[in-house]
């Protein structure tokens, strides 16, 4: 059975899908900096080792 949404809740799905993609865009800026930062730990580990 299709269900029929009303502008309003077609509004509030869109501005909950819009804050979770912004969340999900943030996460993905902390781990790509965690990620560099890590390549730099193992780049200065591997200085050290050789």
Do not use: C, F, P, W
Not at 14 to 33: D, F, I, P
């Amino acid at each position: 059975m299709d269900r029929k949404y009303t502008q309003d809740e077609v509004n509030q799905l869109l501005s909950l899908q819009l804050e979770n993609l912004n969340a999900m865009h943030n996460l993905l800026g902390l781990m790509k900096l965690q990620n560099d930062l890590l390549v730099q730990v193992i780049s200065r580990l591997n200085q050290l080792d050789s």
